[in-house]
């Protein structure tokens, strides 16, 4: 059988990926395309008509003061969010793999809280920040609890980082680990021989070493804090008045409840285009700085 | 080759599965256009056996009392209900659409008033021939067509607990002796001397802000219309408007002896409901909808919704604000076959004009009729006060026309920042013109 003829290459093209290109084409791709065609409509989400506008969405989206408001805060929240999700992952990724008692089961404890839905998530720890953190304030008599956090402009976003943080933090260590992990003893080994200390051996071994668990990592958490929604919506809905819409909300808003669906559309393709670009710059610098061992 | 052999057969039969499973949804979709194929040629002999139609309730609470009727509406008259849910998680709007853009509608859609109006060219069915239309005057009519059937009677003002008052004050509760702010704030104070540290309780959601108190600005003007219209234009004040500050003096009030004071603007809901149902709080701005959420507490029955008080004197603190709340509305669509369209209007004639309708309606999801010939004698608490209001005309009438974002904007924005102390009355009249110069009009 010939096996470099176009029709050969075609057949098992089809016969492997034929389903799965179908599926990402009618699922990712030709919606992509529809969606930013509906950019340049003033569709309102329901009627048949969908008049074409050109780029007013664009126009009117750029002028939009509360969508670059709830796209200033996002940038804030990813920022602190990806931080301290990444250095306490990676603490706690550290600690779990120096041969602790029962680092399997920290392991476990650490995770589970990423199996928890964001929209379960978000109105359990309202309820801890409502009622558990205003109790024991009164108890402490500490006026920094005593009212909730969730009712004050910082407060609800500092909410919203912290469960962020607990959310991920225990996925990202799971991607620490495997880079710990993947660390060769030998390597550890030598350095030690040479006189390394602990710390030593972690700044200049491990962490050049598993510099491709980090650009995952914060390509994960980056992105992921980019387009938060679920917590958002359970936890604080926006309030207290409206001063913790992220991007992903003021969007879904503006599609949704405002029905203007076309300028909606259009501010969620630039919200993408900034995450695309953030994303991509990120990996484009992280993988500059991997190292073979 | 034998491997070979085996490998394809193996990359077979993924493929055969994972069209097989595709094929599920597939052939789900093609048995529905089946069915209205079938239903549109038995439509000739104008039979009514095998018909199907599908509901969308998007009252969520007596979803059970609508899965129930429609076991009994089977039993009775032949026609297959299929009952949906509702997500609360979005609008009702954009489930719809989602429906619209897969071709298959619900034949009877719930909807909110404002939606009758985006949906009714495209997607209503004409009802002007119905005989219930003569029963009711809340059923909406869009260019000439009466396209939207008025499932109940909302209305909204504050919701009072007369057996904590009553407990305090030792004398028997009459809310029509509270109607101007003055003897409310005197009957707060005496709750307060008596033990009641803060009487009132006030929702932070914004729809409560926005679509329904801030709301009562526009609908209690002498033309709300062409009051709304005027501010669109940019030609009416907010802080001179001699009822914005009659709204917002009863408003300060309210916030004055707010349970949640200091941490307004993230008042819980069911907290809120709780305190009002066990008598910890008297008063809490809302509607007979809050009864679903109130009888999930240890509540009275002596409860009841009264005017918001007000010292303005323009009637208007002896009226409650409201009308027909929620509407179906029938697709119009060709997905829709004719069979199906008339199953539908006999379904609206059943609730209207049957025994079982009635029951229905008025004892099994206790909602308040809009029909005139509905007796409606086993209504709870919060909804009697409502009908008593209706039945004597003493209904302000809903404004359906505000902008769409006027619910996130003035009432998360302004009202919940108002609500928390954090801005002044002109700061928030000054911020409420600024909105509707720059806000999109709602056309009709």
């Known amino acids: 059988m010939k096996t470099n003829t176009l029709g050969y290459k075609v057949r098992q093209y089809l016969l492997f990926a034929g389903v799965s290109t179908f599926i990402f084409l009618s699922v990712v791709i030709i919606p992509f395309i529809y969606g930013i065609y509906l950019t340049f409509t003033s569709w309102d989400g329901v009627s048949k008509e969908k008049p074409f506008v050109g780029l007013e969405n664009f126009i009117l989206a750029f002028n939009d003061t509360a969508y670059w408001q709830s796209l200033g805060r996002t940038f804030i929240y990813a920022f602190i969010a990806v931080i301290l999700i990444n250095t306490l992952a990676f603490i706690l990724a550290f600690m779990v793999t120096s041969k602790i008692k029962g680092q399997n089961f920290f392991r476990a404890g650490f995770f589970i809280p990423n199996l928890i839905g964001g929209i379960v998530l978000g109105y359990v720890w309202k309820f801890v920040f409502n009622k558990a953190f205003v109790a024991v304030g009164e108890a402490i008599n500490s006026p920094l609890l005593s009212s909730s956090w969730l009712s004050t402009e910082i407060g609800s976003m500092a909410c919203l980082i912290i469960v962020s943080v607990w959310q991920y933090a225990g996925y990202m260590m799971l991607i620490y680990v495997a880079g710990f992990m993947s660390v060769s003893e030998d390597v550890i080994e030598a350095a030690k021989i040479d006189g390394c200390t602990g710390s030593q051996s972690i700044i200049h071994i491990s962490v050049p070493l598993m510099t491709s668990s980090f650009v995952q990592c914060l390509f994960l958490s980056i992105t992921r804090c980019f387009m938060v929604y679920d917590v958002n919506f359970s936890l604080t809905n926006g309030n207290p008045y409206g001063t913790s819409v992220l991007a992903a909300m003021q969007v879904y ?30 990996v484009w610098a992280g993988k500059k700085g991997e190292v073979e061992a | ?395 302000i009438a809903n404004y359906n026309y505000l902008p769409d974002d006027h619910m996130t904007v003035v009432g998360q924005e302004l009202m919940q920042k108002y609500l928390d102390e954090k801005m002044t009355r002109d700061e928030l009249a000054q911020a409420m013109v600024d909105y509707f110069k720059g806000a999109t009009p709602i056309a009709h």
């Open chain 2, 1 to 395: 080759m034998k491997k070979k052999v085996l490998s394809l057969l193996m990359a077979t039969a993924m493929v055969v599965s994972m069209v097989a499973c595709g094929n599920t949804e597939g052939s789900g979709a093609a048995g529905t256009t089946d069915n209205n194929s079938t239903a549109a040629t038995e439509d000739a002999g104008a039979s009514t056996d095998d018909v199907k139609i599908t509901i969308l309730n998007s009252k969520v609470e007596v979803q059970t009392q609508f899965e129930e009727m429609a076991e009994a509406y089977k039993e009775s008259t032949g026609v297959e209900v299929e009952v949906y849910c509702a997500d609360t998680d979005t609008t009702v709007a954009s489930q719809l659409s989602t429906r619209y853009a897969s071709n298959d509608p619900y034949t009877i859609a719930m909807v909110d008033p404002k939606d009758v109006y985006s949906l009714a060219a495209d997607y209503a069915t004409d009802l002007s021939n119905e005989e219930w239309v003569s029963h009711t005057n809340l059923a909406i009519t869009v260019d000439g067509k009466v396209a939207g059937f008025p499932t109940c009677v909302e209305a909204r003002g504050i919701i009072y607990n007369a057996d904590a008052i009553e407990s305090i004050t030792g004398e028997t509760f009459n809310p029509t002796d509270y109607a101007t702010l003055d003897s409310f704030t005197a009957l707060l104070d005496r709750l307060v001397a008596g033990g009641m540290e803060k009487p009132v309780a006030i929702l932070s959601e914004y729809w409560s802000l926005g679509a329904h108190y801030a709301a009562e600005i526009y609908e209690q003007q002498a033309d709300p219309d062409a009051f709304v219209n005027g501010l669109l234009a940019g030609s009416e004040d907010m802080a001179s408007n001699a009822k914005f500050n009659s709204m917002m003096d009863t408003f300060d009030t309210l916030i004055k002896y707010n349970y949640a004071k200091g941490s307004a603007a993230n008042a819980d809901r069911e907290e809120s409901s709780m305190k009002l149902a066990e008598g910890e709080v008297a008063f809490m701005f809302g509607g007979n909808w809050d009864w679903s959420v109130l009888n999930q507490y240890d509540y009275t029955e002596n409860m009841g919704i009264m005017p918001v008080p007000q010292n303005m004197e323009d009637g208007m603190n002896t009226k409650l604000c409201g009308g027909g709340s929620k509407y179906f509305i029938v697709d119009s669509t060709d997905n829709t076959s004719e069979a199906q369209r008339q199953a539908a209007k006999d379904f609206l004639n059943w609730i209207v004009f049957e025994a079982d309708g009635n029951a229905f309606l008025t004892e099994q999801c206790l909602l308040v009729p809009a029909f005139d010939n509905i007796d409606a004698s086993a209504l709870d608490p919060l909804s009697s006060s409502v009908k008593a209001y209706a039945d004597g005309n003493n209904l």
């Open chain 1, 253 to 282: 808003n503006e599609a949704f409840i405002n029905k203007n669906y076309g300028k909606g559309q259009a501010e969620a393709l630039i919200l993408f285009v900034i995450c695309a670009i953030i994303g991509g710059l990120q």
